[in-house]
């Protein structure tokens, strides 16, 4: 079982829709959850973190976290072509060591 | 610096040459990461220091592959007799020493190509 887990997508959404990106973890003493966005030629970067169970909303970007189930979302509201990107879960496990899920495509359609 | 900085930006060497990578993290960020991104490829994990000492190498494909930081600060990667399959692009990340802020932030990457 691979420490972050994420469906590779492509995750394709019509533009002004809702996408829903999710992750899941096997490391149960996880304390740190994130989210980052990468284009295509650039570098990851950091756009929203979590720490506690529920919900945490960033203008269009929602995090949702629940240990329980070990599951980490994240929500884009209105979604632009400009969000197309690969989204990466990261996890930072008992260790104190950030691990990187391989990451969603997604594409927002016109 | 303000962020993490790595150089060269690109690099083009000959099969079978080594090849020194280097990363210069955010200052006082006391966890760094190394990884490598094929193209249209997710993130490979290679290394991950705290401090001075590498917890992690497990990441690291081979043994001509090899990492070092000193003062908890600048690191580098070598890569010893390079081979067409090494080339990537190769990332560094830090981490601030901070329970509760243990985000990465990234370098831009140093573009290799093994010709």
């Known amino acids: 079982q691979k420490e972050v887990e994420q469906n590779s997508g492509p995750l394709s959404v019509p533009e002004g829709a809702i996408a829903s990106l999710n992750c899941t973890y096997s490391?149960?003493?996880?304390?740190?959850f994130f989210w980052y966005r990468q284009y295509s030629g650039k570098s990851p970067e950091l756009i929203m973190f979590?720490?506690?169970?529920g919900d945490k909303e960033d203008g269009r970007f929602t995090a949702q976290l629940n240990k329980a189930s070990q599951y980490v979302s994240l929500l884009i509201r209105d979604s632009q072509p400009s969000d197309s990107a690969t989204y990466l879960c990261a996890v930072t496990g008992t260790a104190s060591k950030l691990t990187f899920g391989t990451g969603t495509r997604l594409q927002v359609t016109l | 610096g303000a962020g993490v900085s790595q150089s060269p930006s690109n690099k083009v060497t000959e099969k079978g040459k080594d090849v020194e990578l280097r990363c210069d993290p955010i200052?006082?960020?006391?966890?760094l990461y190394w990884y490598r991104q094929s193209l249209g490829q997710g993130l490979e994990f290679l290394i991950y220091f705290q401090g001075n000492s590498a917890p992690d190498k497990s990441g690291l494909p081979s043994d001509r592959f090899s990492a070092e930081r000193t003062g908890g600060s600048v690191s580098t990667l070598t890569i010893q007799r390079t081979q067409q399959e090494d080339s990537a692009v190769y990332l560094c990340?830090?981490?601030?020493?901070?329970?509760?802020?243990?985000?990465?932030?990234f370098g831009q990457g140093t573009r290799l190509t093994v010709v």
């Open positions: 490391d149960r003493g996880s304390q740190s």
């Open positions: 990340a830090s981490s601030s020493p901070l329970r509760d802020r243990t985000e990465a932030f």
């Open positions: 200052s006082g960020h006391t966890a």
């Open positions: 979590i720490y506690s169970n």
